[in-house]
């Protein structure tokens, strides 16, 4: 989001401000990565290799993940890089654009203050509470978010006053304050009003914000705290007490310390290793890397549990030599969200897992089951790069020679055994899904030390920082969707579609079809694992009543929640990889439909066969 900068120049006290807000924020957040880096590597290795596990090392790494979501999400702020949808706003004149950018900073604004309150009295009660290994108390872990929204209401403020006119400021400020005030007046008439509260607060104020370019993150908190707060009679503290589950799942680790990975790939030279060896052996091919991509995300998917990871240790190696060969910014993000909503049942999926557990399905069976449905999704996902790259100008494309290929295959030796060495650990047990990842680092800086001579260490700081900032515009996503996915479920929401579904005529057929619209819907807007938690104990046992077999339904659920996953302007997935692809949103969104229409083809053979989810059980 552009904002006007006119009186940025004017203002050297709130500049001072900003610089102080910066180097509260930046240092910490650069060591607590670091931190969670050495926390992790360590337990695997005193595990592992000593055969001494240390027992808190999860935990601890767990409450200082919670800081590091919260730093990461003020340094996005502060460097304006929440994702956001600005399709709408593109176009409009400077000045009604610098409007639509101060009244969306006073929504980010009215969020943090309807969040600050509770999350203090979220903090308040857990001062008493104790960690099970540590056992110090909970207010380490909920005081991060305390903290991280006092200092993203600094930087809003901070951010408004540097880049608004004092007009804007006084203007919008007062329909944001009507608008509250309206809300809290007409409050006993809402919470008599039931589920239409759901279109007024999930469907036209979340709509409206994102519409006008609030980051989208704050809009899911804008709309989950004012329904909360003028619907219904629910405490204000479950608010943040939600977003920090959403954000502590320690799986969720993997993604910023898979982001550091991927720039530690690319500054030590195991990408361009990676990356010259391919592009000898198909880089002469139409549509070579994209290809590479692809099978890279079947290959490495379900490494780290997480798909913003398993997307944050390809892209970064792969989209500088794509750009370079001129592929479209829309056409990276369009590939790698479909990529990563293609590979959701590829195992050991955390989404897998999750279905097995709270369905009681064999999660064996449904790891069996998992592999066939992808590989017909990276099917469809090929036909439209060849479709796209038909012609494709590869005149001036250098054909090598196998003496070329063989010598460069000995110097991308270390960098393709990365890959190899990840998923081996997972395997053979040496470290978790989240540990592995900082079995890659280790890997890469000695690689970059030793072999490849190719190592600045005054990046290190600046990727530290990145990696902190694009965390945290992840996660705080992920951190409210998980809010409004509860608000979702307390409404009732969820009895009443399963109603609706059982309803549905045509037997089985009719409510498998019935069940994929729902989840590419639910996917959208709830994620994948608490959308299963949610309706999975509800329909699988619906499912098997009417005789559809429950791994070829947790394979049609799982592909169509992956769907709703990638899929703008809802999608968390497609933001995320808008995020981890450093792609606009707007860039993006009229560039993906051939891929996510090529995997909605893929769901359709999918239940229409359910011989690919069940042929090799």
């Known amino acids: 989001m552009q904002l006007s900068e006119t009186i940025a120049d004017e203002a050297p006290t709130t500049s001072r401000w900003a610089s102080t807000l910066a180097h509260a924020t930046e240092i910490p957040a650069a060591l607590l990565v670091l931190a969670e880096i050495i926390i992790l590597g360590g337990g695997a290795f005193t595990r592992y290799v000593l055969h001494q596990p240390i027992t808190w090392t999860d935990e601890l790494a767990s409450i200082l993940f919670v800081w590091l979501a919260m730093l990461g999400a003020v340094i996005a702020l502060r460097r304006g890089e929440h994702m956001q949808l600005t399709t709408f706003v593109k176009d409009v004149s400077p000045q009604a654009r610098e409007w639509l950018d101060a009244l969306g900073m006073f929504l980010v604004m009215a969020f943090l203050l309807l969040l600050a309150v509770p999350a ?53 400020g007062s329909i944001v304050a009507a608008i509250a005030v309206a809300l809290w007046l007409l409050s006993p008439t809402l919470q008599r009003l039931g589920n239409v509260n759901l279109i007024i607060f999930f469907v036209v104020m979340l709509v409206f914000c994102i519409v006008i370019g609030v980051p989208i993150a704050f809009a899911f908190g804008l709309a989950t705290m004012s329904y909360l707060a003028f619907a219904t009679t629910t405490p204000m503290s479950i608010m943040p007490s939600r977003m920090q589950e959403g954000m502590s799942h320690l799986i969720l680790l993997a993604v910023p310390l898979f982001v550091f990975l991927g720039g530690l790939i690319e500054m030590t030279g195991l990408a361009k290793a ?115 790259t038909r012609h494709e100008d590869m005149s001036s494309a250098v054909r090598f020679t196998p003496r070329q290929i063989a010598k460069l295959l000995v110097i991308a030796v270390p960098a393709l055994a990365l890959p190899f060495i990840i998923r081996t650990a997972v395997v053979e047990g040496v470290a978790t899904a989240t540990e592995v990842s900082t079995i890659g680092i280790f890997y890469t800086v000695l690689a970059g030390l030793f072999i490849y001579r190719k190592f600045d260490w005054k990046q290190v700081y600046p990727m530290l920082l990145d990696t902190a900032s694009l965390s945290g515009a992840i996660l705080i996503i992920v951190g409210c969707a998980t809010a409004m996915a509860w608000a979702l479920t307390q409404s009732g929401f969820s009895q009443d579609l399963v109603k609706i579904m059982t309803a549905v005529p045509g037997g089985k057929w009719g409510f498998i079809a019935v069940s994929a619209v729902a989840f590419v819907i639910l996917g959208s807007v709830l994620e994948g694992i608490p959308a299963i938690v949610l309706f999975g104990p509800l329909l699988f046992p619906i499912a098997k009543l009417v005789g559809v077999h429950e791994v070829h339904y947790a394979m049609v659920v799982i592909f169509a929640m992956g769907l709703g996953l990638f899929s703008p302007p809802f999608g968390v997935g497609f933001y995320a990889a808008c995020a981890i692809g450093r792609v606009s949103p707007d860039v993006a969104i009229g560039r993906v439909w051939p891929h996510l229409t090529a995997l909605l083809i893929a769901l359709l053979i999918l239940i229409a066969v359910p011989w690919i989810s069940l042929g090799f059980l």
Request: negative net charge; without cysteine.
């Open 120 to 172: 203090y009295e979220h903090f308040q009660e857990d001062l008493d509470v104790v960690t099970p290994t540590l056992e110090i108390s909970e207010g380490y872990r909920t005081g991060a978010v305390v903290v991280g929204t006092a200092l993203m209401l600094l930087t809003a403020i901070a951010r408004l006053f540097a880049r608004a006119h004092w007009k804007q400021i006084l203007a919008t």
């Open 274 to 388: 990676m990356i010259d060896f391919l592009v000898s052996l198909i880089g002469h091919l139409r549509g070579g890397l994209q290809y590479v991509l692809l099978g890279a995300m079947y290959l490495v998917s379900g490494i780290s549990g997480a798909k913003a990871a398993d997307m944050a240790a390809v892209a970064p190696a792969l989209f500088p030599e794509m750009r370079k060969r001129g592929t479209n910014d829309g056409d990276l993000i369009g590939l790698l969200s479909a990529s990563g909503a293609m590979s959701e049942t590829i195992p050991p999926s955390i989404v897998l897992i999750t279905v097995g557990s709270v369905t009681g399905v064999s999660i064996t069976a449904l790891f069996i089951g998992g592999l066939l449905p992808a590989l017909v999704g990276l099917v469809m996902m090929a036909i439209v790069v060849w479709f796209q």
